[in-house]
């Protein structure tokens, strides 16, 4: 759904339980039936972690990658940007934001919520 | 009534190539090289291999080997899964095809150019067609291409909840260090570890740093096994496989499991932990030694909980106490660990498993080391050993 400037979490149809990352039957009541809920974008931070090295070509170091708790329930690992090495912490609020890349790609990425 | 895995098979025989970081060969030549020394180590022909056994990530195919060595006719050959969780998998397999009787010599097998040849975290391209590429896709597209970069998710939070500081991972890193002094084979040989040192490496992904991450290696590691009753009249005395088991857990992913309520702790292992002792029928008073998976210095600190050794919380206790260290209370990768010695994806830290059984460790502690406890990758479906004395 990033495509659409938003973001989803797989919701299985019949017992209406959410599941990340997505698959194809419901692991609680075996439903193949699922539909996609609109995440609020709210989370607080689980876990981080900061990459200095290797750099891979087509991102910017220190690259911040959060494990977010969603406010939904479901977590989701994404990047912290607009935020430095030494601001990220555990239990901090975050907000998602869509991300475009130069060719069109979009990606869901948080930035701190007092901030957004 | 099944067969009980206790006491039924053993390890006759271990063999090794050199560690390098340029083999100059094919990993097949480095997998035929180790599977042979495993054979003369045993005493045995490689004709009389009726079983292989390797990893899914190994290049080279159980029928490419047997060609290679000359081997026998083969009623069991299988790989296992999930990188280097798949170490003790391995044997475990082995000791049922024997147990069995589905084969009589089996040798599991490692063989890899991890240096020279494809590297870890060189991340994935082309067409996502699998559900293991989908289910990387979710970390890949932002950057967590290194296996370090998983592993930091849990051991940050880990480290944050139990006030694990930078200082208890070097003294791993740095224990792990000092037992690679003493071996020739150890990439660590020679090059001491100082606490200044490691503080002041490389950041890669915190919060670990360069010392906290294992060798790449080119080498390959081979383990034979063979009866309980077989082994006792062969060449070298017999490591006696007390226990072995596989483990995945509820949430289990491939490095990757960060969808469990709680991210402070190794379920899988624990699970391969309760299976093992419960098998073998011994606890961890009974471990007199371990060579405890180590790809990153965390993961050691985490299974001391995992298997026992400890209370939740408590195994920088243990680390700071020097419990890993060769006159401590659990002497740990006497080899010097993936960590030190190499990269073979947890095959030679059986192979060293073996080593302290027999009695002839470059890090042999100085007292009655009768069972060693072994574990393959962490954070992955995993698995656990137990070997004794016969
Ligand atoms: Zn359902």
Redesign the pocket.
């Known amino acids: 759904m990033a495509n659409k400037d938003k973001l989803g979490i797989q919701r299985?149809?019949?017992?209406?339980?959410l599941r990340h990352p997505p698959r194809p039957m419901?692991?609680?009541?075996?439903?193949l039936e699922?539909d996609a809920v609109e995440a609020s974008g709210n989370g607080t931070i689980c876990s981080y972690t900061v990459l200095t090295h290797p750099r891979f070509p087509g991102y910017d170091y220190p690259l911040i990658i959060v494990l977010v708790d969603l406010a939904e329930g479901t977590r989701l690992t994404s990047q912290l940007v607009n935020c430095t090495p030494e601001e990220v912490d555990f239990e901090l609020p975050v907000v998602m934001t869509i991300q475009q890349d130069a060719d069109g790609f979009k990606l869901p990425v948080f930035q701190l919520a007092e901030r957004a | 009534m099944p067969v009980a895995l206790k006491n039924e098979a053993a390890v006759a025989g271990i063999g090794m190539t050199d560690f390098s970081k340029a083999s100059g060969v094919s990993e097949l030549s480095l997998a035929a090289q180790c599977v042979v020394a495993a054979c003369d180590d045993a005493g045995l022909q490689t004709s009389e291999i009726d079983g292989l056994v390797s990893y899914t990530l190994d290049s080279s195919d159980e029928i490419e080997v047997a060609r290679a060595v000359g081997a026998g006719d083969l009623s069991f050959f299988s790989k296992v899964n999930y990188g280097g969780g798949a170490a003790v998998g391995t044997i475990a397999q082995a000791a049922m095809a024997v147990a069995t009787g589905q084969a009589s010599t089996v040798v599991c097998y490692r063989a890899m150019n991890g240096r020279s040849g494809k590297r870890m975290g060189q991340g994935i391209s082309g067409d996502i067609i699998t559900s293991d590429l989908v289910h990387w896709s979710w970390y890949m597209t932002y950057g967590m291409l290194i296996p370090g970069s998983w592993i930091a998710i849990i051991a940050n939070k880990y480290m944050h909840r139990y006030g694990v500081t930078r200082e208890d991972l070097g003294r791993v890193a740095i224990s792990q260090r000092n037992h690679a002094l003493r071996n020739p084979r150890a990439w660590g040989y020679g090059k001491a570890l100082t606490m200044e040192q490691y503080l002041a490496s490389e950041p890669i992904a915190f919060p670990l740093c360069l010392y906290d991450f294992c060798q790449e290696t080119d080498g390959g590691v081979a383990i034979l096994v063979t009866s309980a009753e077989r082994a006792r009249d062969l060449r070298c005395k017999p490591a006696v496989i007390r226990g072995v088991t596989q483990a995945a857990t509820g949430g289990q992913e491939q490095m990757t499991s960060f969808y469990r309520d709680e991210l402070e702790s190794l379920p899988e292992m624990e699970m391969a932990a309760r299976r093992v002792y419960a098998q073998a029928g011994l606890g961890p008073d009974d471990i007199d030694a371990a060579c405890l998976y180590d790809a990153f210095t965390s993961e050691v600190i985490m299974q001391l909980e995992s298997f026992g050794f400890c209370d939740r919380g408590e195994g920088k206790e243990l680390v700071r106490e020097g419990a890993l260290d060769i006159g401590g209370r659990l002497p740990n990768n006497t080899h010097g660990g993936l960590i030190s010695e190499a990269y073979v994806h947890g095959m030679n830290n059986i192979a060293e498993g073996v080593r302290l059984i027999r009695g002839d460790s470059t890090g042999q502690p100085d007292k009655n080391v009768e069972h060693v406890l072994v574990s393959s990758g962490v954070g992955v479906p995993t698995g656990a050993i137990i070997l004794g004395k016969d």
Do not use: I, Q
Not at chain 1, 12 to 17: I, R, S, W, Y
């Open positions: 299985c149809t019949d017992c209406k339980a419901c692991g609680e009541c075996r439903s699922w």
